[in-house]
């Protein structure tokens, strides 16, 4: 079968750096997605990785390991506008996104 | 500003009652997917649509229909709405054909079926 597995919380400290990690199965693979949302609002992409290694975006990185079906992204020099959900998705062989059930990040000043 | 728009924004239905989603794409993409997200759980494709004229079933497509009778648009329907339908929709559409690409989304619609 297919699963996305995620923590359903975290808690970090305003500055400091957060790594949210996800774990992944699916039917053929093409890339592992991670997208923001904050409450009441829809998901918005954050980052696509489908090579192993890290890929830099500002304060934001986002890991992939294929062989160890597992990804990670890492949040630098938080902000209290980082406190959202995160969700891992990993493409399947139909290029369809399987989603894990989000990840809740909560900054505390 | 280019997007997509979903309405209603929020709605109550009572059990049994036909409701339609509207879902709006100015983007000119290909794809276009329904999504519902309940609390708990990750976010679960009912439909979706690879370009105007085909339609394809997702994880829980059950209770629902859609169509896609031009590029822009992609209603949702619910025949007879039950309560396990309450939910928040969340439309979404992508370039490719079929490739990986980012997915954009709609503000979503938030359903309560009484």
């Known amino acids: 079968g297919q699963n996305i597995d995620q923590p359903t919380e975290m808690t970090a400290t305003e500055g400091a750096i957060v790594q949210i990690n996800c774990t992944y199965q699916?039917?053929?693979?093409?890339?592992l997605f991670w997208y923001q949302q904050h409450a009441g609002e829809a998901p918005t992409f954050l980052s696509y990785?489908?090579l192993d290694g890290l890929e830099e975006k500002g304060r934001f990185s986002s890991f992939l390991s294929r062989s160890k079906g597992y990804s990670y992204l890492l949040l630098k020099e938080l902000q209290m506008k980082d406190s959202a959900s995160y969700l891992c998705?990993?493409?399947?062989?139909?290029?369809?996104?399987?989603w894990g059930a989000g990840t809740k990040l909560i900054i505390k000043p | 500003i280019a997007g997509i728009t979903q309405a209603p924004t929020s709605q109550i239905l009572a059990a049994g009652r036909r409701m339609t989603l509207r879902c709006t794409q100015d983007?000119?993409?290909?794809?276009m997917y329904w999504y519902r997200q309940d609390l708990g759980l990750g976010l679960r494709l009912i439909h979706y649509?690879?370009?105007?004229?085909?339609?394809g079933k997702g994880e829980v497509p059950d209770g629902y229909s859609v169509s896609r009778a031009n590029t822009d648009d992609f209603p949702l329907t619910l025949a007879s709405a039950v309560p396990s339908q309450t939910s928040v929709y969340f439309c979404?559409?992508?370039?490719?054909?079929?490739?990986?690409?980012?997915?954009?989304f709609g503000p979503g619609t938030r359903l309560t079926v009484l």
């Open positions: 979404a559409s992508s370039d490719s054909l079929a490739g990986p690409d980012t997915q954009y």
């Open positions: 983007m000119r993409h290909n794809a």
């Open positions: 649509s690879n370009t105007a004229g085909t339609t």
């Open positions: 699916t039917s053929g693979f093409n890339g």
């Open positions: 990785n489908v």
């Open positions: 998705a990993g493409m399947d062989s139909n290029y369809q996104l399987i």
